[in-house]
């Protein structure tokens, strides 16, 4: 079993940034991929970025790409978020998942663990 938690959103004003976090406790979190979902009012929730296990393949939404970088420590459980010239339309509350396929998905389908979630508002 593998729980989440994420933390690190607040409230930014466009341009600005923040860095989320993710800790994870339960066995073999180092193999699992893990990825960034978010969900604004009224929409679905969406794919923002995805980690294998190593570190070494990243994916992200078009939308976020060159904005936003993922990254993970697996000595600290921990997976990242590091976002950079937020956007209104960034705001939304942002979910980390886990998935232990092997595989870097896009699909909320795929992940098998979820967090709570965390709050992003960016002010125009």
């Known amino acids: 079993q593998v729980q989440l938690e994420e933390s690190g959103g607040g409230l930014v004003q466009a341009g600005g940034s923040l860095r989320l976090s993710c800790a994870a406790s339960g066995r073999a979190f180092s193999r699992y991929t893990k990825g960034w979902f978010r969900q604004a009012p009224g929409k679905e929730r969406e794919f923002v970025a995805a980690?294998?296990?190593?570190?070494?393949?990243?994916s992200y939404a078009d939308s976020v790409k060159g904005r936003f970088t993922i990254s993970r420590d697996n000595a600290k459980n921990t997976v990242y978020l590091q976002m950079t010239s937020l956007k209104p339309e960034d705001t939304a509350v942002y979910y980390c998942?886990?998935?232990?396929?092997?595989?870097?998905?896009?699909?909320?389908?795929?992940?098998?663990?979820w967090g709570q979630g965390t709050q992003v508002t960016v002010s125009s």
């Open positions: 998942a886990a998935d232990n396929s092997g595989v870097v998905g896009t699909n909320t389908r795929r992940y098998d663990y």
């Open positions: 980690i294998n296990w190593s570190g070494g393949y990243t």
